[in-house]
């Protein structure tokens, strides 16, 4: 019977600025895929960052007003507001941020207020473009750990707060994975898998620490599968519904009475 081997070779090789290429050699036929789409998954969903949740503009009431002087409206400076990557050097798990500027111009992440327990990975990013020299923008940016995508829906009662725009963060600090498989030749065999991952963060992790992690996810996830014999067992009791369950125990009643008529009727005959 042949043995699925593992792969004896990994190799990660730095393409650009916070890009990647993890290569994963030799793998077994068809195994390239599987371990592959894994991997891309974990990257894409299950690592942890910080994103902006919420923003208030000053001057703005909700996310469709327009403020004087400013050339985006609130909607367009919420969009920008996503685009911020920053990275969480403390403990907080959620840090209020402001910008401040006066004058004509464009207002950038460089703009933000410093911070000791944050980290501003893409300070040209352009908040907003002030288009009046007397005017002055105010915008606090309300910023939180997570993991993956979080959209407003989910998160329950919020904030109410007047002025407060919820926004959807998207925490994960992998930007893309790109994931090809080759054929390479093992012995007589050419039908082997070699596993190409190219992967991109905004700056908070390394490509190398992203592949990593992910990789520790899956063993995690995989050890608990593996030692599932040796878990004390637990019973799972389905809860049937009240109307269901009253249907059921009226069920059996009706057919006794049905047979205590077909006794009567055979005495009385």
């Not at 309300?142 to 925490?171: H, M, N, P, T, W």
């Not at 070699?194 to 620490?209: A, R």
């Not at 995690?220 to 809860?239: A, M």
């Amino acid at each position: 019977m042949p043995i699925i081997t593992l792969p004896n070779k990994i190799s990660i090789s730095k393409l650009e600025k916070n890009q990647a290429r993890v290569t994963i050699e030799p793998c077994y036929p068809g195994y390239g895929l599987t371990i592959g789409n894994a991997l891309r998954r974990v990257l894409l969903s299950s690592l942890d960052g910080a994103a902006v949740v919420a923003v208030r503009v000053e001057g703005a009431s909700h996310e469709f007003s327009t403020i004087p002087n400013i050339k985006e409206d609130a909607l367009e400076l919420v969009l920008n507001a996503k685009n911020l990557r920053i990275k969480i050097l403390g403990d907080q798990e959620e840090i209020k941020l402001t910008v401040k500027k006066k004058g004509e111009g464009k207002v950038k992440a460089a703009d933000i207020a410093p911070d000791s327990s944050v980290e501003i990975l893409n300070p040209e990013l352009v908040l907003a473009t002030i288009t009046d020299e007397k005017t002055s923008f105010e915008m606090d940016l309300y910023v939180r750990r997570g993991r993956g995508f979080d959209a407003i829906e989910s998160r329950g009662k919020g904030r109410e707060e007047i002025g407060l725009i919820d926004v959807d963060a998207i925490f994960t600090p992998v930007r893309a994975v790109s994931l090809k498989t080759e054929h390479v030749r093992v012995g007589q065999m050419t039908n082997w898998d070699k596993v190409m991952l190219d992967v991109t963060t905004d700056g908070s992790i390394t490509p190398e620490d992203a592949f990593y992690s992910s990789a520790n996810i899956l063993l995690e996830h995989f050890d608990f599968l593996k030692n599932y014999k040796e878990l004390p067992k637990t019973e799972i009791n389905e809860e049937v519904p009240a109307e269901e369950s009253k249907e059921k125990s009226e069920e059996p009643e009706k057919d006794e009475s049905k047979e205590e008529k077909k006794t009567k009727k055979k005495k009385s005959e």
